[in-house]
C-alpha cells in the first residue's frame, strides 16, 4: 500500500535554530500538505502546496515557514528560527484531487529546548 | 468561523458495544468530510469519508452519518473492539478553499474496555 513518509522521527532542536523537516509524498499525488499538532491539541492546518506554489496557508505559516519541493519526490517545511512554541508534531499529507482521502505519515516530533 | 467540533471529549465503552462518536461542524456549505483515527504517536489514519450529497455511508464496522440540517456527522463503529482504541477526528473540507485542506474537530477518545 502506498504512503507518505516523513522523515526524521524525532528532531531535537534549540531555540533559534533552522530546521528541515522532510516528507516524501505519495507518488502519482498533486496536492501536498504540512499540518501541525501540539500535544494533546487537534490536528491545525499550515500549508498547502501544488504546481510548485504555496496555493493556500494559515496564520500558523508566517514568514519563519517555508516550504519546498525541491525534486520530484520530497517536500520539505523549513522553519527558520524555532521558537519553543513549535514544538509539535508536525504531519505530511498528500491527496491526487481535492475531496478525497487524505493520506498522512507518521509525523515528526520536532522538540524545541 | 472555521470550525468543526466534537461532542465529547472522551467515550469509554465495553468491548463488543457499539460506539458512536458525534461532531459539530459550522460551515453549512462544506461539501466533504472524513473521519480520522489517531493511535498514539502515529498519523491520523483515514477510515471513512462522506460527501454533502449522502446522508449515510457505510464502510466495513463502520458507519457514517451526515445531518446537513443540523450540522451534525456521527461515526458508528458496530462491535468495538481493544484496537478501535484511539482518539477519532471529524474533519471537514471548507467551502470556498479549493486547495483541498482539512479543518480538524477537537477528538474523541474512544477507550475500549476488555
Known amino acids: 500500500e502506498p504512503e507518505v513518509t516523513q522523515t526524521p522521527s524525532h528532531q531535537v532542536t534549540q531555540m533559534g535554530q533552522e530546521v528541515i523537516l522532510r516528507c516524501v509524498p505519495i507518488s502519482n499525488h498533486l496536492y501536498f500538505y504540512w499540518y501541525r499538532q501540539i500535544l494533546g491539541q487537534k490536528v491545525e492546518f499550515l500549508v498547502s502546496f501544488y504546481n510548485n506554489e504555496i496555493s493556500e496557508k494559515s496564520e500558523i505559516f508566517d514568514d519563519q515557514f517555508s516550504v519546498e519541493r525541491p525534486d520530484g519526490s520530497n517536500f520539505t517545511l523549513k522553519i527558520r528560527s524555532t521558537k519553543l512554541e513549535d514544538s509539535a508534531m508536525y504531519f505530511c499529507?498528500?491527496?491526487?484531487?481535492?475531496?478525497?482521502?487524505?493520506?498522512f505519515g507518521q509525523g515528526t516530533r520536532l522538540t524545541v529546548v | 468561523g472555521e470550525s468543526v467540533g466534537l461532542h465529547l471529549p472522551t467515550l469509554s465503552v465495553q468491548e463488543g458495544d457499539n460506539s458512536i462518536i458525534n461532531c459539530a461542524y459550522s460551515?453549512?456549505?462544506?461539501?466533504?468530510f472524513i473521519w480520522y483515527k489517531q493511535e498514539s504517536g502515529k498519523g491520523p489514519q483515514f477510515i471513512i469519508d462522506?460527501?454533502?450529497?449522502?446522508d449515510k455511508r457505510q464502510g466495513q464496522r463502520v458507519t457514517v452519518l451526515l445531518n446537513k440540517t443540523v450540522k451534525h456527522l456521527s461515526l458508528q463503529i458496530a462491535a468495538t473492539q481493544p484496537g478501535d482504541s484511539a482518539v477519532y477526528f471529524c474533519a471537514e473540507n471548507p467551502p470556498f478553499s479549493n486547495t483541498g485542506k482539512l479543518i480538524f474537530g477537537q477528538g474523541t477518545t474512544l477507550q475500549v474496555k476488555p
Open positions: 462522506i460527501r454533502s450529497n449522502m
Open positions: 499529507a498528500s491527496i491526487n484531487t481535492v475531496n478525497t482521502e487524505a493520506f
Open positions: 460551515n453549512s456549505a462544506s461539501d466533504y
